[in-house]
């Protein structure tokens, strides 16, 4: 079993930056595609970003392109997500997601494992 720990979330104005970090444990990480997903209240859980497990493939979703940077660390087993110009409607919880096979994925039902999440909001 797999246990995903983020942390990183809070409180920034509009434009400033954050960084939210997911440790895994459990299983091999470096097996595994990362993703990172947001829910705001009342809304779907939608993809923000995915990484494969080498690192070497990534998505993101349109409207975060430019601004948020996913990577990962395999010798650390963590994965990290550097959002950058943030925006009020960038304001969710966010979810680390991980996936025993090892692509890149955006469907956030292809993700077998889940973090408990971390708060996120932009004040404008």
């Known amino acids: 079993q797999v246990q995903l720990v983020e942390s990183g979330g809070g409180l920034v104005q509009a434009g400033g930056s954050l960084r939210l970090s997911c440790a895994a444990s459990?299983?091999?990480?470096?097996?595994?595609?990362m993703g990172w997903f947001r829910q705001a209240p009342g809304k779907d859980r939608d993809f923000v970003a995915a990484?494969?497990?080498?690192?070497?493939?990534?998505k993101y979703v349109d409207s975060v392109k430019g601004r948020f940077t996913i990577s990962r660390d395999n010798a650390k087993n963590t994965v990290s997500l550097q959002m950058n110009s943030l925006k009020p409607e960038d304001t969710a919880v966010y979810y680390c997601?991980?996936?025993?096979?090892?692509?890149?994925?955006?469907?956030?039902?292809?993700?077998?494992?889940w973090g408990q999440g971390t708060q996120v909001t932009v004040s404008s």
């Open positions: 459990g299983g091999i990480f470096s097996m595994y595609g």
């Open positions: 997601g991980a996936r025993r096979l090892g692509g890149a994925n955006i469907r956030a039902d292809l993700y077998d494992y």
């Open positions: 990484i494969g497990w080498s690192g070497g493939s990534t």
